[in-house]
């Protein structure tokens, strides 16, 4: 028997990856041009996987860093430069880095050929990140850019709320780099990029990343179930169903319907509900926890929105499930926006995790 054809949790690529053509093609089009690039999608849409598949495909040098694990102002310039040893030799590095104002420690390992870099431990100097950064504008060429993929670019804040405006006045001389800033979190990335008094206003091309198209992710679970049942339409629409079409979640929830059928032996006619409940229970402990993070305000909102289509700011909703004035619901909906929890899109609010979702109705419902 093959082996489990859907994949969710790490980055996605191969027979495992889910159409995206049409993305593939205008960012890889983007790349080639003088533009830089601003990626934004929920969290588990896809975005990593995408972006990796294209600089694969790309044959050009890139360095990707995700900004969530950046510590401070010296360990962005450390992640940067350790990534820029895996693409250069290290003789052609030792001249630009001796010109450095604060010349870092680098211990390489002789066996696996990995470097561990560090600057001044505790220093909120910006001018190793200046360094560094203008290091990789002096390697690149206009004929052979560079690509900086920044992940999760909004925890910037994080690390220093003045960066901004430092990386901006460094970044916008450079003509040797194809910048690609990625963020989840969609109103602190329009506040850098589109905000008027921001210093990155308008610095590149805005792509907001939505979810697969359904007909197509629905031709992709036909496809792979093909072999393991002999009902691939109708498990692929429950599929879909319950996953809202989500990327992640579609994947994670096509993973256990297999492996049901594939070794539980489980009956078709009521696999896909199996799974979902399989998946929630599998949760409980972490859902719970989420929970009792919410206040009173949060719980009814979400509460509603699992068991209802209707707009949480509708007049209909706010009577039935008691959620207070409208006012009250934008505040709460923005307040879950920006734990992750509740995502808008063209169709209105949702709840992120369909699972999430299911637990809270089935909490209910014991």
């Known amino acids: 028997m093959r082996d489990n054809p859907f994949k969710f949790g790490t980055v996605v690529d191969g027979i495992y990856f889910t159409d995206r053509e049409e993305e593939v093609s205008e960012i890889t089009s983007y790349l080639k041009s003088e533009n830089h690039l601003i990626i934004i999608s929920p969290r588990r849409f896809g975005k990593t996987s995408l972006i990796r598949k294209i600089l694969a495909a790309s044959g050009r040098r890139f360095i990707y860093l995700d900004m969530q694990l950046v510590l401070t102002e010296g ?5 940067l430069l350790k990534r820029i040893y895996r ?3 290290v ?15 680098v211990i390489m390992n002789p066996v696996t050929g990995d470097v561990e870099i560090s600057f001044s431990p505790g220093s909120r100097d910006l001018a190793p990140l200046e360094d560094v950064l ?22 910037v804040f994080r690390i220093n709320t003045g960066l901004v405006r430092m990386l901006r006045s460094v970044i916008q001389v450079h003509k040797n780099i194809n910048y690609v800033f990625m963020g989840s979190s969609e109103s602190m990335i329009r506040e ?9 206003y ?11 198209p359904e007909a197509k992710f629905r031709l992709f679970l036909e496809y792979n179930f093909q072999g393991i049942t002999g009902d691939t339409g ?6 879909l169903k319950i996953s809202g079409a989500h990327p992640y979640y579609t994947q994670q929830l096509a993973f256990m319907v297999w492996e049901l059928l594939s ?23 972490d859902f719970e926890l989420l929970w009792n993070t919410l206040n009173r305000t949060d719980m009814l909102v979400l509460a509603g929105m699992s068991e209802s289509n209707a707009s949480p700011l509708s007049e209909e909703f706010r009577k039935q499930f008691g959620t207070g004035a409208a006012s009250t619901v934008y505040s709460t909906l923005q307040r879950l926006i920006k734990k992750g929890m509740v995502v808008r899109d063209a169709a209105g609010y949702f709840i992120d995790d369909p699972f999430f979702s299911r637990w809270i109705r089935m909490r209910r419902r014991v």
């Open 134 to 155: 203008n290091l990789i504008e002096k390697l690149g060429k206009a004929e052979d850019k560079i690509i900086v993929v920044l992940d999760e670019f909004q925890d």
């Open 234 to 239: 109708s498990i692929s629409e429950n599929i």
């Open 263 to 285: 070794h539980k032996g489980q009956t078709e006619e009521m696999v896909v509900d199996f799974a979902a409940d399989e998946i929630v229970r599998s949760h409980d402990n």
């Open 87 to 89: 693409i250069f030799p």
């Open 202 to 212: 308008r610095f590149g091309i805005l792509y907001p990343l939505g979810k697969i």
């Open 75 to 79: 360990d962005f310039a450390a992640q």
């Open 91 to 105: 003789q052609k590095l030792k001249n630009y880095i001796k010109s450095f104002r604060i010349i870092p420690t």
């Open 192 to 200: 850098i990029f589109e905000k008027k008094d921001s210093p990155f």
